[in-house]
T-cell receptor, first 112, second 113 residues
Framework: EDKVVQSPLSLVVHEGDTVTLNCSYEVTNFRSLLWYKQEKKAPTFLFMLTSSGIEKKSGRLSSILDKKELFSILNITATQTGDSAVYLCAVETYDSWGKLQFGAGTQVVVTP | EAQVTQNPRYLITVTGKKLTVTCSQNMNHEYMSWYRQDPGLGLRQIYYSMNVEVTDKGDVPEGYKVSRKEKRNFPLILESPSPNQTSLYFC????????????FGPGTRLTVT
């Protein structure tokens, strides 16, 4: 059975800290891994990763995929209170194109 | 403005009373999908559609129906709602499939008593 597991489930950091979120997966015929940010509303897209070792970057956020060890990391540097959100990862496979399996999410709280 | 709209945004209903949640996108996207979100469980996919007249089950399709007769619309139908379908529902669309950026609707909070 396909599985997507995010860790930690929640964390609290101070402004300025660096945060590292993990998404590990066990799926057949992996196609892509996606990261979304969800504040108190609908999720918004952050990154899509398909290749190992290639870092995607957007401002203070970055993400990388390791297809050998089957995980991805989302890093947030110099955190701000606006980074407080639930971060979701999702995996799509070639066997079930269009079907997305999401992890349970990581709740990040950034305190001033 | 490019967007995904859902209606209603909030709904309280009773067990067994059929309801439809509408979803519409104005971006000419091929792919549309429905999710439910429950505390501690993240997003779970109910149904998705790769194109008009093509729909497939996600992880939790039981108790739901969908149809995709037009590209822009993807309604979610609960024929006989039950209390365990109380949840927050999101519709989303993308250019083509799950590996493209999905645009989410604002959500529909459904309570079944």
């Amino acid at each position: 059975e396909d599985k997507v597991v995010q860790s930690p489930l929640s964390l609290v950091v101070h402004e300025g800290d660096t945060v590292t979120l993990n998404c590990s997966y066990e799926v057949t015929n992996f196609r892509s891994l996606l990261w979304y940010k969800q504040e108190k509303k609908a999720p918004t897209f952050l990154f899509m990763l398909t290749s190992s070792g290639i870092e995607k970057k957007s401002g203070r956020l970055s993400s990388i995929l390791d297809k050998k060890e089957l995980f991805s990391i989302l890093n947030i540097t110099a955190t701000q209170t606006g980074d407080s959100a639930v971060y979701l990862c999702a995996v799509e496979t070639y066997d079930s194109w269009g079907k997305l399996q999401f992890g349970a999410g990581t709740q990040v709280v950034v305190t001033p | 403005e490019a967007q995904v709209t859902q209606n209603p945004r909030y709904l309280i209903t009773v067990t067994g009373k059929k309801l439809t949640v509408t979803c519409s996108q104005n971006m000419n996207h091929e792919y549309m999908s429905w999710y439910r979100q429950d505390p501690g469980l993240g997003l779970r996919q109910i149904y998705y559609s790769m194109n008009v007249e093509v729909t497939d089950k996600g992880d939790v399709p039981e108790g739901y129906k969908v149809s995709r007769k037009e590209k822009r619309n993807f309604p979610l139908i609960l024929e006989s709602p039950s209390p365990n379908q109380t949840s927050l529902y999101f519709c989303a669309s993308s250019f083509s499939g799950g590996s493209y950026e999905q645009y989410f609707g604002p959500g529909t909070r459904l309570t079944v008593t």
